[in-house]
Nanobody
Framework: DVQVVESGGDSVQAGGSLRLSCIMSGLDFESSPMGWYRQAPGNECELVSNISTDGRAYYADFVKGRFTISRDNAKNMVFLQMSSLIPDDTAVYYC????????????????WGQGTQVTVSA
């Protein structure tokens, strides 16, 4: 069974920081590019950031310079360090395996993990 479990979500004030964690089991993690997605109420599911197997990172424009993705292959984990948070970052954040052709909307419906809630207050 493939399992993806996200954690680290919380309620913070604008300008604060959070570190999201995701642990994956049941697949070869080292060979799996990983991504973070999010969905805010009333919005579509969107890619926030992803990281290749060799550590190359992509960031959506709306988080560039504020978020950092990283991975620890020894622990089968991927992280999202979020800084300078703004209210628009409020969403449920989902971790996903990137090379499975998963429909984006399915990711935010819990195809991989159940997500972790981030709430940023003004």
């Amino acid at each position: 069974d493939v399992q993806v479990v996200e954690s680290g979500g919380d309620s913070v004030q604008a300008g604060g920081s959070l570190r999201l964690s995701c642990i994956m089991s049941g697949l070869d993690f080292e060979s799996s590019p990983m991504g973070w997605y999010r969905q805010a109420p009333g919005n579509e599911c969107e890619l926030v950031s992803n990281i290749s197997t060799d550590g190359r990172a992509y960031y959506a424009d709306f988080v560039k310079g504020r978020f950092t993705i990283s991975r620890d292959n020894a622990k089968n984990m991927v992280f999202l360090q979020m800084s300078s948070l703004i209210p628009d970052d409020t969403a449920v954040y989902y971790c996903a395996v990137e090379n499975w052709g998963t429909v984006v909307t399915s990711i935010c419906l819990g195809y991989w993990g159940q997500g972790t809630q981030v709430t940023v207050s003004a």
